[in-house]
Nanobody, 119 residues
Framework: QVQLVESGGGLVQTGDSLRLSCAAA????????VGWFRQAPGKEREFLAS????????VYSDSVKGRFTISRNNARNTVYLEINSLRPEDTAVYYC????????????WGQGTQVTVSS
């Protein structure tokens, strides 16, 4: 099994940028597709972006395309989510998740990191 730990969240201002990290332990993260999700208070969890194990194929939600960038550093066993031009509506708990293949659900989840954007 792989364990995931997110970090990099915090309180920021509108227009700022953040880079969230998803560090893996237990297994090489290169074996997994990794996705980023978020959940705002009172809302359902929202898919943001995903990246396959090779780092060659990315998928973005239309709502974040152009502002969010997912990347991975397999040597550091870490996947990143860079968020630019933060808006108050980006306030949420951000989660990373991993799956062993695109045909499987995301089996492994981190505990989340809070991002709060002040106006």
């Amino acid at each position: 099994q792989v364990q995931l730990v997110e970090s990099g969240g915090g309180l920021v201002q509108t227009g700022d940028s953040l880079r969230l990290s998803c560090a893996a332990a237990g297994r090489s993260i290169s074996r997994y597709d990794v996705g980023w999700f978020r959940q705002a208070p009172g809302k359902e969890r929202e898919f943001l972006a995903s990246l396959d194990g090779s780092g060659s194929n990315t998928v973005y939600s239309d709502s974040v395309k152009g502002r969010f960038t997912i990347s991975r550093n397999n040597a550091r066993n870490t996947v990143y989510l860079e968020i630019n031009s933060l808006r108050p509506e980006d306030t949420a708990v951000y989660y990373c998740a991993a799956r062993s293949s695109p045909r499987r659900p995301y089996d492994y989840w981190g505990q989340g990191t809070q991002v709060t954007v002040s106006s």
